[in-house]
């Protein structure tokens, strides 16, 4: 007799799920039954995205690049020696970073370039953000910008959601950390970007910064040299080869005393304000509030008072309502226009600053592509390009800059006339070269020679 093993009970036709086969189909079961891919991938964690590792191309290979580039576009002149200094982790800024992997969430320390170590006082905060009392805090924490001052001295910027109290209370306690067992730092404000992003002092241009002072002053002083800049503003995130950048300049350009100087794009105008004792009368020129702010107080740290800032942006309206002025146009000018990296000079700026005559122009740009468009166009308007200056600012972090001094063509090596650049603040245009096709206008005398009979005649 059949005996049915309950072990193994009979399917009824309401619960009959089939095999599964190598395709991921199944046969004798119901439509139900079957999973979708979205429901599947629903219930799967999420998966943990790989951190973008960009690649810092060695000092040599920027050289590399750099001679190439040269060869290629074309550039006159020849490569000075390579300006640059050796990093030191205490002149740079640090950075305490929160990182997004997927669904966790991690700090991670920022280093300013590859093969630093980290600082003590990095690592001293670091161990107390990682403490069970500030896990509220550091849920809500974006980043710690470690703003160094040039002489071992740091800036804190804290980005911080703090939205209850609990957060509040946490930041409160990390300040009071700070100011006991941090002494190297002299100021410490929390930051709020609109919109909400992460702020770097690079690429703060077109968003609001407020901050808000938790203990120190709202200006950092930059090294030993008696001028500061307001803590929102930008610097190289290594600042050993800048500090020395006025001096550098100095020499590429050998000033008299009654020269002027016009910085544009000044940032907190450290280098125009260095200059100053050298020169007759200084500008300064930038857009941005804080730049305002850090110029104006470096005015007043001067022995000097022949310098001035203006807030405008680099148009060709403002250079021509500058020069326009008697007292401004005359002189022995020159022009140092520091671009970022996504900057640009238009040709409109280009013909303004050619036709108010400067004596110098300096371009520093980082942009290989700006930098051979602009070095066309002002050797068309009349400027040659003197020397080359590589800048090697920053480092271990991939980045490099030139600086070009660009001078009047007093001998037309351009093609232009320099007997009649004198007369106007214009510069004189080449003349234009008769045509193939006109030159068949032109008359031509020839004598004929006579044939031996006619002379025999």
């Given at each position: 007799m059949y005996k049915q093993n309950n072990r193994f009970p009979r399917r009824t036709e309401g619960n009959r799920i089939g095999k599964p086969l190598t395709g991921g189909k199944f046969h004798a079961s119901r439509k139900s039954d079957v999973h979708k891919d979205d429901e599947q991938n629903a219930k799967r964690p999420a998966k943990a995205e790989k951190p973008v590792v960009r690649k810092i191309i060695s000092f040599d290979d920027i050289k590399a690049q750099v001679s190439a580039w040269m060869e290629n576009d074309r550039i006159p002149g020849k490569l000075q020696a390579w300006f640059t200094a050796d990093a030191t982790p205490e002149n740079s800024d640090w950075r305490i970073l929160k990182e997004y992997h997927g669904a966790q969430e991690n700090l991670a320390i920022e280093a300013p370039s590859h093969d630093m170590k980290p600082l003590e006082l990095v690592k001293r905060v670091m161990e107390q953000?990682?403490?069970?009392?500030l896990r509220i805090f550091k849920k809500a924490l974006r980043q710690i910008w470690f703003r160094a001052t040039g002489d071992g001295r740091f800036a804190l910027l804290i980005q911080v959601d703090v939205k209850g109290k609990f957060s509040a209370h946490g930041y409160k306690t990390f300040i009071d950390f700070l100011e006991r067992n941090c002494p190297e730092v002299i100021s410490c404000h929390q930051i709020q970007c609109l919109p909400d992003r992460l702020f770097d002092p690079a690429e703060a241009q077109g968003m609001k910064v407020v901050a808000k002072s938790a203990f120190g002053s709202d200006f950092m002083p930059i090294a030993g040299s008696g001028f500061c800049m307001h803590v929102l503003d930008w610097t190289p995130r290594i600042k050993d080869a800048w500090l020395k950048l006025p001096v550098r300049i100095?020499?590429?350009?050998?000033?008299?005393?009654?020269?002027?100087?016009?910085?544009?794009?000044?940032?907190?105008?450290?280098?125009?304000?260095?200059?100053?004792?050298?020169?007759?009368?200084?500008?300064?020129?930038?857009?941005?509030?804080?730049?305002?702010?850090?110029?104006?107080?470096?005015?007043?740290?001067?022995?000097?008072?022949?310098?001035?800032?203006?807030?405008?942006?680099?148009?060709?309206?403002?250079?021509?309502?500058?020069?326009?002025?008697?007292?401004?146009?005359?002189?022995?000018?020159?022009?140092?226009?520091?671009?970022?990296?996504?900057?640009?000079?238009?040709?409109?700026?280009?013909?303004?600053?050619?036709?108010?005559?400067?004596?110098?122009?300096?371009?520093?740009?980082?942009?290989?592509?700006?930098?051979?468009?602009?070095?066309?166009?002002?050797?068309?308007?009349?400027?040659?390009?003197?020397?080359?200056?590589?800048?090697?600012?920053?480092?271990?972090?991939?980045?490099?800059?030139?600086?070009?001094?660009?001078?009047?063509?007093?001998?037309?090596?351009?093609?232009?006339?320099?007997?009649?650049?004198?007369?106007?603040?214009?510069?004189?245009?080449?003349?234009?070269?008769?045509?193939?096709?006109?030159?068949?206008?032109?008359?031509?005398?020839?004598?004929?020679?006579?044939?031996?009979?006619?002379?025999?005649?």
């Open positions: 953000l990682h403490k069970d009392h100095k020499d590429a350009i050998h000033p008299n005393r009654d020269d002027r100087f016009f910085e544009f794009c000044s940032g907190s105008s450290y280098v125009s304000a260095t200059l100053a004792p050298l020169f007759k009368q200084v500008e300064a020129l930038d857009c941005r509030e804080v730049a305002m702010q850090s110029s104006r107080q470096n005015i007043k740290n001067l022995t000097t008072s022949n310098m001035r800032f203006h807030r405008s942006h680099l148009d060709a309206n403002f250079i021509s309502k500058f020069f326009s002025k008697s007292d401004n146009a005359e002189g022995r000018w020159t022009y140092y226009i520091n671009l970022n990296a996504n900057d640009t000079l238009t040709s409109e700026i280009i013909l303004t600053i050619a036709g108010s005559r400067p004596e110098r122009i300096l371009l520093q740009t980082g942009n290989l592509e700006t930098a051979s468009k602009a070095i066309k166009s002002f050797r068309n308007e009349g400027y040659m390009l003197r020397k080359n200056i590589p800048l090697y600012l920053e480092p271990g972090r991939g980045t490099f800059e030139i600086l070009f001094l660009f001078v009047p063509d007093r001998v037309g090596i351009l093609g232009q006339n320099p007997a009649l650049a004198h007369h106007s603040r214009n510069i004189q245009r080449p003349k234009e070269r008769p045509m193939r096709s006109n030159s068949s206008e032109i008359p031509h005398f020839v004598q004929k020679t006579p044939s031996f009979k006619q002379r025999k005649d």
